[in-house]
């Protein structure tokens, strides 16, 4: 089971479950020794194809460090936190967790675009 390390210590994961409208983004950084890159990615990919198949499931995307590096971030579109909420306390997906590599941290952090006139539409 990977050891969950909170993105902002002022507002935790479980605190953004409980808002309640709009789409949102999960980020999510997986650290791991390189040597279990391969675990990491197979172990991720179980994670995915049963988060695919849960209400409100847009996208996902993996990626990795550069130069052999052990830190990866996905990054995944939910409809609402509302559905990211019941996929992220599946039962199916919480089984899964014991298949990452031993010492893995894990931060997943919720986001909403931000509007900045002339950069990024939100």
């Not at 808002?19 to 999960?26: F, I, R």
Request: charged letters at 20%; aromatic letters at 10%; hydrophobic letters at 45%.
């Amino acid at each position: 089971m990977p050891t969950f390390v909170e993105m902002d210590r002022t507002v935790t994961l479980a605190d953004q479950l409980t808002v309640e409208d709009g789409p949102v983004v999960l980020i999510n950084t997986f650290v791991v020794q390189a040597a279990d890159a391969d675990r990491l990615v197979s172990a991720w990919t179980a994670d995915a194809e049963v988060m695919k198949r849960q209400p409100g499931f847009v996208s996902t995307q993996l990626h990795r460090g550069l130069a052999g590096s052990g830190v990866f971030l996905n990054y995944a579109v939910w409809d609402s936190v509302a559905d990211f909420r019941a996929a992220f306390t599946n039962p199916e997906f919480r089984a899964r967790l014991s298949d990452y590599p031993e010492g893995a941290t894990v931060s997943p952090h919720l986001f909403r675009k931000v509007d900045v006139p002339g950069i990024c539409p939100a």
